[in-house]
């Protein structure tokens, strides 16, 4: 062979090569990561499904691609977020935060595999026929949240004793907020609780609510576990710091963040759980074969250092009781 043509031919072959690298990137599966939260606090549960997926022996880059599409706790952007990434032709679609964006992705497509993760009721509010038999192209992560709200509502008076008035802050755009607010009523009733409901769904609104604590007279302060309150975490526990109000949360990263204590299950166990599923389904499997798995594990965290800063003395019994005490 002449050194012209050798040089033509490994030319060619050069040229060849990043196509013949693309044809395989192309080939390799994408999961559209849908979330109604932000990428900022939502950090630890992204990392939480990575190690899921991991588990399945599959790794994002080698094995998977993942697209990631953020609401920020715009629920109304939700739609066409899911449509963006049913047009990226996804492998599967993967819910984070909540019912909203698993209602989304629900509706965006009826053939594409969705496992979500973190939602509430899932049967009650329409995205499985039953727990065990899912049916369709969807399933995931239950959680217990409005189920918990009685069991919130006494912790928060074991810590506020006198506590006649209580707020319970929701946001009326998750289709969750309803049961909250049914499951709350009847326990702070038997509590001998006064519950003053406070919607929020913006931010704006968020410091309205809690610039009504003082009218409201309520001394504590439920906020339901939701998206969007995730999303505003650090915004919602400053306030509650400021208006000198003891709150109680859903999910530990409230009280790692400075708040006063939650109680829920682990949300970062459902992520991770949910990576899982991906994976299984990836690999073969039929969401409308695998039940919707219901939470094991139950967090009760509290921050003394908060808690001095309010005034209040934590019973040893509460604190015995902790998984985790922050100090």
Same mark, same amino acid.
């Not at 050798?6 to 979330?35: D, E, H, K, N, Y």
């Not at 506590?163 to 755009?173: G, K, Q, R, T, W």
């Given at each position: 062979?002449?050194?012209?043509e050798?040089?033509?031919?490994?030319?060619?072959?050069?040229?060849?090569?990043? /196509?013949?690298?693309?044809?395989?990137?192309?080939?390799?599966p994408?999961?559209?990561?849908?979330?109604?939260?932000?990428?900022?606090e939502?950090?630890?549960?992204?990392?939480?499904?990575?190690?899921?997926?991991?588990?399945?022996?599959?790794?994002?880059?080698?094995?998977?691609?993942? !697209?990631?599409r953020?609401?920020?706790?715009?629920?109304?952007q939700? %739609?066409?977020?899911?449509?963006?990434?049913?047009?990226?032709?996804?492998?599967?679609?993967?819910?984070?935060?909540? %019912?909203?964006?698993?209602?989304?992705?629900?509706?965006?497509?009826?053939?594409?595999? @969705? @496992?979500?993760?973190?939602?509430n009721?899932?049967v009650?509010?329409?995205?499985?026929?039953?727990?065990?038999?899912?049916?369709?192209?969807?399933?995931?992560?239950?959680?217990?949240?409005?189920?918990?709200?009685?069991?919130? /509502?006494?912790?928060?008076?074991?810590?506020?004793?006198a506590?006649?008035?209580?707020?319970?802050?929701?946001? %009326?755009?998750n289709?969750?907020?309803?049961?909250e607010?049914?499951?709350?009523?009847?326990? !702070?009733?038997?509590?001998?609780?006064?519950?003053?409901?406070?919607?929020?769904?913006?931010?704006?609104e968020?410091?309205?609510a809690?610039?009504?604590?003082?009218?409201?007279? !309520?001394?504590?302060?439920? @906020?339901?576990?939701?998206?969007?309150?995730?999303?505003?975490?650090?915004?919602?526990?400053?306030?509650?710091?400021?208006?000198?109000?003891?709150?109680?949360?859903?999910?530990?990263d409230?009280? @790692?963040?400075?708040?006063?204590?939650?109680?829920?299950?682990?949300?970062?166990?459902?992520?991770?759980?949910?990576?899982?599923?991906?994976?299984?389904?990836?690999?073969?499997?039929?969401?409308?074969?695998?039940?919707?798995?219901?939470?094991?594990?139950?967090?009760?965290?509290?921050?003394?250092?908060?808690?001095?800063?309010?005034?209040?003395?934590? %019973?040893?019994?509460?604190?015995?009781?902790?998984?985790?005490?922050?100090?």
């Amino acid at each position: 062979m002449r050194r012209r043509e050798f040089i033509t031919l490994i030319g060619g072959a050069a040229a060849a090569w990043p /196509l013949a690298v693309r044809a395989q990137q192309r080939a390799m599966p994408v999961i559209g990561f849908l979330s109604s939260r932000s990428p900022g606090e939502s950090a630890g549960v992204v990392a939480a499904f990575r190690r899921g997926l991991g588990e399945a022996a599959l790794a994002e880059g080698r094995d998977l691609i993942i !697209a990631f599409r953020w609401a920020e706790g715009r629920y109304d952007q939700l %739609p066409a977020l899911a449509a963006d990434l049913v047009g990226l032709k996804v492998a599967l679609l993967f819910a984070a935060g909540g %019912p909203p964006s698993a209602l989304a992705a629900k509706a965006a497509t009826s053939t594409i595999p @969705v @496992v979500f993760s973190g939602s509430n009721d899932p049967v009650g509010v329409g995205l499985v026929a039953s727990l065990n038999r899912p049916g369709g192209n969807v399933t995931g992560m239950s959680t217990f949240t409005s189920v918990l709200a009685a069991k919130r /509502l006494e912790l928060l008076k074991e810590l506020v004793p006198a506590a006649a008035v209580m707020a319970y802050l929701i946001n %009326p755009s998750n289709p969750t907020a309803e049961f909250e607010r049914k499951e709350s009523a009847p326990a !702070a009733s038997s509590l001998g609780i006064q519950l003053r409901v406070l919607n929020a769904s913006a931010e704006q609104e968020l410091d309205a609510a809690f610039a009504t604590l003082p009218s409201l007279r !309520a001394e504590g302060l439920v @906020v339901a576990p939701e998206p969007f309150f995730d999303s505003q975490r650090d915004r919602i526990v400053s306030l509650s710091a400021r208006h000198s109000v003891p709150a109680i949360y859903g999910f530990r990263d409230y009280v @790692v963040a400075g708040g006063l204590i939650s109680y829920g299950t682990s949300i970062t166990d459902s992520y991770r759980q949910a990576g899982i599923y991906a994976a299984r389904i990836l690999k073969g499997e039929k969401p409308s074969d695998l039940p919707v798995m219901q939470p094991t594990k139950f967090e009760l965290v509290l921050n003394l250092k908060t808690a001095k800063a309010l005034g209040l003395t934590v %019973p040893l019994t509460l604190q015995a009781a902790a998984d985790e005490v922050i100090e």
